[in-house]
Nanobody, 122 residues
Framework: QLQAFGGGLVQAGGSLRLSCAAS????????MGWFRQAPGQEREFVAS????????NYGESVKGRFTVSREKAKTTVYLQMNSLKPEDTAVYYCAGARGSFGGTSQSSYTSWGQGTLVTVSS
């Protein structure tokens, strides 16, 4: 099971850091991804990181503001979110990829955690 946490209410321009940890398994050999879903909208890709942390990828709307990282022990994955905007308001989900390198499609991911709500006020 994956569990994302760290969401909350923040003002526009502020920062939050989300974390994702696995229980009962390690994340060491899998790429990880972050997705988000705003009310009434489809789930969208936010960021991904390869199994070793060497490769990252970001959705266009968060490039330059969000940073995905993982611990050397690869047990926890983070999403640092800076310069938050009201349009970043969504439930954020972490997901474990099928392989060592994640993609932007939800179909690349086989394990999903419960989301954490991020609300950005204007």
């Amino acid at each position: 099971q994956l569990q994302a946490f760290g969401g909350g209410l923040v003002q526009a321009g502020g920062s939050l850091r989300l974390s994702c940890a696995a229980s009962g398994r390690t994340l060491s050999n899998n790429a990880m991804g972050w997705f988000r879903q705003a009310p009434g909208q489809e789930r969208e890709f936010v960021a991904s990181i390869s199994w070793d942390g060497a490769f990252t990828n970001y959705g266009e709307s968060v490039k330059g503001r969000f940073t995905v990282s993982r611990e050397k022990a690869k047990t926890t994955v983070y999403l640092q979110m800076n310069s938050l905007k009201p349009e970043d308001t969504a439930v954020y989900y972490c997901a474990g990829a099928r392989g060592s390198f994640g993609g932007t499609s939800q179909s690349s991911y086989t394990s999903w955690g419960q989301g954490t709500l991020v609300t950005v006020s204007s």
